[in-house]
């Protein structure tokens, strides 16, 4: 089973309103094509990440792929499947099924875009090791005294796992720099396809940024499952989000994106994920 460029619809999903959002390929068919060539056509697609999808009984078999290797989840490509679905199927909450996870994508049209919520897979945190915390650092060149003590570093899971550096000032946050080749290693080396850098201006309002150099790519302009993970960790640590949060990320790439999250009172309960998604 071939399939061509043109069959990918590509959207940018958690848009902030028209401009904005992190791009993703979408393909859905009957069936899913083989690995090599879902692998091959993202690679040629060159997004972050393209969603695969096909029908499954009452569900949509789902898997993603980034241009050089499978994940188990994608929350951004996960909206942009949802806005597709409400245009080629109709809008309504669509049942998926993951490689490790179900989940739901809701998708309805707005107009010119597109309202999506993913519930993400289950959560979970932790501490994070030490000496991954140390190798982060070094990769980024911050220091500890560079850390937000508020928010200690955690290794945060929502269908995949984000180590979570959370610092001191947006100046801190915007200075962002690492060697690509360094950080697929230390990324492939925990088996961590991101790590979330956040700064939280407010108890409900966070700046982050998302290297995603297990992926072969500097940084995601907008990261879902990114911001499930942050949510379920700051939920666990006793943050007072006051039942949601919301994202700014992208801003220093000049790509301004928005997410919100819905943070349950259930220890380890989904995080819903809200977004616009704008085609392209």
Same mark, same amino acid.
């Given at each position: 089973?071939?399939?061509?460029?043109?069959?990918?619809?590509?959207?940018?999903?958690?848009?902030?309103?028209?401009?904005?959002?992190?791009?993703?390929?979408?393909?859905?068919?009957?069936?899913?094509?083989?690995?090599?060539?879902?692998?091959?056509?993202?690679?040629?697609?060159?997004?972050?990440?393209?969603?695969?999808?096909a029908r499954s009984g009452e569900a949509f078999?789902?898997?993603?792929?980034?241009?050089?290797?499978?994940?188990?989840?994608?929350?951004?490509?996960?909206?942009?499947? *949802?806005?597709?679905?409400?245009?080629?199927? #109709?809008? @309504?909450?669509?049942? &998926? $099924?993951?490689?490790?996870?179900? =989940?739901?994508?809701?998708?309805?049209?707005?107009?010119?875009?597109?309202?999506?919520?993913?519930?993400?897979?289950?959560?979970?945190?932790?501490?994070?090791?030490?000496?991954?915390?140390?190798?982060?650092?070094?990769?980024?060149?911050?220091?500890?005294?560079?850390?937000?003590?508020?928010?200690?570093?955690?290794?945060?899971?929502?269908?995949?796992?984000?180590?979570?550096?959370?610092?001191?000032?947006?100046?801190?946050?915007?200075?962002?720099?690492?060697?690509?080749?360094?950080?697929?290693?230390?990324?492939?080396?925990?088996?961590?396809?991101?790590?979330?850098?956040?700064?939280?201006?407010?108890?409900?309002?966070?700046?982050?940024?998302?290297?995603?150099?297990?992926? *072969?790519?500097?940084?995601?302009?907008?990261? #879902?499952? @990114?911001?499930?993970? &942050? $949510?379920?960790?700051?939920?666990? =640590?006793?943050?007072?989000?006051?039942?949601?949060?919301?994202?700014?990320?992208?801003?220093?790439?000049?790509?301004?994106?928005?997410?919100?999250?819905?943070?349950?009172?259930?220890?380890?309960?989904?995080?819903?994920?809200?977004?616009?998604?704008?085609?392209?």
């Amino acid at each position: 089973m071939t399939v061509s460029i043109t069959e990918v619809l590509r959207i940018a999903a958690f848009s902030d309103g028209d401009q904005g959002g992190n791009p993703a390929g979408v393909w859905i068919g009957p069936a899913l094509p083989p690995e090599t060539e879902m692998q091959r056509l993202a690679h040629e697609v060159g997004f972050s990440e393209t969603a695969f999808a096909a029908r499954s009984g009452e569900a949509f078999r789902v898997r993603y792929f980034s241009p050089e290797a499978e994940v188990p989840f994608c929350g951004h490509a996960t909206i942009a499947l *949802g806005a597709a679905l409400a245009r080629e199927v #109709g809008d @309504g909450v669509y049942p &998926l $099924a993951l490689n490790q996870a179900s =989940i739901t994508v809701e998708g309805r049209r707005e107009g010119g875009l597109s309202a999506a919520a993913l519930q993400s897979p289950l959560t979970r945190s932790a501490p994070a090791d030490p000496q991954l915390v140390a190798e982060a650092l070094a990769l980024f060149g911050y220091g500890e005294a560079d850390l937000d003590s508020r928010i200690p570093p955690g290794l945060a899971h929502a269908g995949n796992d984000h180590l979570v550096l959370a610092l001191q000032s947006r100046d801190l946050l915007a200075a962002m720099r690492y060697d690509l080749e360094a950080g697929r290693k230390l990324m492939r080396t925990w088996n961590m396809p991101t790590i979330v850098l956040v700064w939280a201006e407010s108890a409900r309002l966070f700046h982050t940024r998302n290297p995603f150099a297990f992926g *072969g790519v500097y940084e995601d302009p907008a990261t #879902g499952s @990114g911001t499930a993970a &942050l $949510a379920g960790y700051l939920r666990d =640590i006793g943050w007072p989000h006051g039942g949601a949060i919301d994202v700014v990320q992208g801003e220093d790439m000049g790509v301004r994106s928005r997410l919100h999250a819905d943070i349950g009172l259930e220890p380890g309960s989904s995080i819903r994920v809200a977004g616009t998604a704008r085609f392209m």
